[in-house]
């Protein structure tokens, strides 16, 4: 599935079983809770945190999914396209960063 196509794929979910989309304030709330929703498990699987049991049964997949559903929704509001958002994005940080990471001794092994 493309971005495009994602994008219209939510929106008609929405249509069809979404009765309209929550306004965008609460859309922000929500990719918020679904961010940390993914923090969450990260910290505690892959972070220093342990990992209670009832966590071990969360799948970082499907939480993904869950904010980029959001995010989907946002975009679809505010009318960003993401396929040329992220194609432009891509662009500006080939050209800020063609060397910066390559020079940074940090991230050498």
Same mark, same amino acid.
């Given at each position: 599935?493309?971005?495009?196509?994602?994008?219209?794929?939510?929106? =008609?979910?929405? $249509?069809?079983? &979404?009765?309209?989309?929550?306004?965008? %304030?609460?859309?922000m709330a929500? +990719?918020?809770?679904?961010?940390?929703?993914?923090?969450?498990?990260?910290?505690?699987?892959?972070?220093e945190?342990?990992?209670?049991?009832? =966590?071990?049964e $969360?799948?970082? &997949?499907?939480?993904?999914?869950?904010? %980029?559903?959001?995010?989907i929704? +946002?975009?679809?509001?505010t009318?960003?396209?993401?396929d040329?958002?992220?194609?432009?994005?891509?662009?500006k940080?080939?050209?800020?960063?063609?060397s910066?990471?390559?020079?940074?001794?940090k991230?050498?092994?």
């Amino acid at each position: 599935m493309t971005i495009q196509q994602a994008q219209k794929a939510v929106d =008609d979910w929405i $249509k069809e079983n &979404g009765v309209r989309y929550f306004n965008e %304030l609460t859309n922000m709330a929500m +990719l918020t809770e679904e961010v940390g929703e993914v923090a969450r498990i990260i910290a505690r699987r892959y972070g220093e945190q342990s990992e209670k049991d009832t =966590d071990k049964e $969360k799948d970082l &997949g499907d939480e993904f999914a869950d904010v %980029l559903f959001v995010l989907i929704c +946002l975009a679809n509001q505010t009318g960003v396209d993401l396929d040329q958002a992220l194609e432009k994005n891509l662009e500006k940080k080939t050209t800020r960063d063609k060397s910066r990471h390559w020079d940074n001794s940090k991230l050498r092994p």
